[in-house]
Each structure stands twice: as C-alpha cells, then as structure tokens.
C-alpha cells in the first residue's frame, strides 16, 4: 500500500526557511505530478508547488511564487519543498500528494488535485 510520508514541518520565526520532504511514493514517483498544498482549519485547500512528471516542469501558487522551490531527488524518490521568507500566513497543515492517473498537472494542480494519494500532513507554523 502506497503511503506519503511527510516530515520537515515545525516553527519557524518569520523571516525564516524550511525544507519539507515526501517520501513512499512507490510506483507513483514521477510518474504523473506530484505536489505540495496546504490547509488552514476552515479555509480551502492551497496549492502550493507541482512538479510534473518530467522532473523539471513546475508550477507555483501565487501566493508563494518566488519564495517556494519544489524539488525531486530521484535515488531518493522524494520530492522536496524549500520555502523561504516565511510569512505568519504561511502556517498551515502542508501535504504531499501523487496524481493516480494520467492528468493534466496543471489543472490537477489549479483545480482538483484527484485522483491522488496523499500523505498525513505536516505541520508549519510562522511566527511575528
């Protein structure tokens, strides 16, 4: 059974960095898109970051876009996610996940990242 692990989460003052990682992709690794989004209890799920199958095409959110990095390290098969000047708005439950299918992974991105496995989440909070 193929599970998302993801760790690298935790407090950070604002101003600060963190890189997030996602492993136990399995047989989804690279194969379609893999991506970050986050959740803040009560508000929509965010697109983070989305890395297509060809390892180098990526996609950010525009709330991130120049201070987020999504990466792939493939003797690994994990997928990272570098996030710098963090803001206190950043703070959120981040999750990894896989597209199950062939997807555009733009729009799996931008509208409904499904189907997809997903991992339990990780925790940021950005401190003021």
């Known amino acids: 059974q193929v599970q998302l692990v993801e760790s690298g989460g935790g407090s950070v003052q604002a101003g600060g960095s963190l890189r997030l990682s996602c492993t136990g992709f399995g047989g989804f690794y690279s194969r379609y898109c893999m991506g970050w989004f986050r959740q803040v209890p009560g508000k929509e799920r965010e697109g983070v970051a989305v890395i297509y199958n060809d390892g180098t095409s990526r996609y950010y959110g525009n709330s991130v876009k120049g201070r987020a990095t999504i990466s792939q390290d493939d003797a690994k098969q994990a997928v990272y996610l570098e996030m710098r000047s963090l803001k206190p708005e950043d703070s959120a439950m981040y999750f990894c996940?896989?597209?199950?299918?062939?997807?555009?992974?733009?729009?799996?991105?931008?509208?409904?990242?499904?189907?997809?496995?997903w991992g339990q989440g990780t925790q940021v909070t950005v401190s003021s």
């Open positions: 996940a896989a597209a199950q299918r062939w997807v555009s992974c733009f729009n799996w991105f931008q509208e409904r990242p499904e189907p997809a496995i």
